[in-house]
């Protein structure tokens, strides 16, 4: 089975353009999480949907950030406008359950530097 | 809040060697996950643990679920160049989400 796409993989921009981040999750999961990973902060969970519903952004760091899951196989994370301290790795993670089954399956992660 | 701290930091092995790192928290776990990340990708589960005492095996893995559920440790018996990368112990925190440590880097020596 296919696991978690990502896409683009790195991703280098400029201060003030907007960045849109693409994900697939593996077939059948319910559970979809963005996380962001610095070497200052290491990994954070920016959000989570399930079903297609976002249930907890409390991990969005600014109203620059926003995420939509239009369909059970597609994410995208969109910053708008990027500045330099959105550089990271941005990962997409999903899994079948969030309670019961904490199993998150990651994609291979965005690297975004923003200069 | 909730954490999790991971020991050691870093490690530096020659190859053949067995590997132990831990993971504590001032707070119980009821799941406790490890994970590797290689170098440009993103962390892949290696084994879960459901129930205090468990003691699982993933090849030359081995993770045990601490009995008083505020820890869990990862061994890798006779290291080879591949397991080089950061390990993560994870667990599920009071509202439910992952709580990650902070990692431990491996590094083996041929």
């Known amino acids: ?115 | 809040g909730q954490q999790l701290n991971q020991s050691p930091q870093s490690m530096f092995i020659q190859e053949g060697e067995d590997v132990s790192m831990n993971c504590t928290s001032s707070s119980i776990f009821n799941t406790w996950l490890w994970y590797k990340q290689d170098p440009g990708e993103g962390p892949v589960l290696l084994i879960a643990l459901y129930k205090a005492g468990e003691l699982t095996s993933n090849g030359r893995l081995t993770a045990q679920f601490g009995i008083t559920r505020k820890d869990s440790f990862l061994n890798i018996s006779a290291s080879i160049p591949s397991d080089v990368g950061i390990y993560f112990c994870a667990g599920p925190g009071n509202t439910g989400k992952l709580i990650f440590g902070q990692g431990t880097t491996l590094q083996v020596k041929p």
């Not at chain 1, 089975?1 to 400029?14: F, L």
């Not at chain 1, 907007?18 to 999750?25: G, I, N, S």
């Not at chain 1, 290491?42 to 991990?59: A, K, M, Q, R, T």
């Not at chain 1, 994370?77 to 019961?100: H, N, T």
Request: aromatic share 12%.
């Open chain 1, 1 to 115: 089975d296919a696991g978690v796409i990502q896409s683009p993989r790195h991703e280098v921009t400029e201060m003030g353009q907007e960045v849109t981040l693409r994900c697939k999750p593996i077939s059948g999961h319910d559970y979809l999480f963005w996380y962001r990973q610095t070497m200052m902060r290491g990994l954070e969970l920016l959000i989570y949907f399930n079903n297609n519903v976002p249930i907890d952004d409390s991990g969005m760091p600014e109203d620059r950030f926003s995420a939509k899951m239009p369909n059970a196989s597609f994410s995208t994370l969109k910053i708008q406008p990027s500045e330099p301290r959105d550089s990271a790795v941005y990962f997409c993670a999903s899994s079948l359950g969030v309670r019961g089954d904490y199993e998150q399956y990651f994609g291979p992660g965005t690297r975004l530097t923003v200069t």
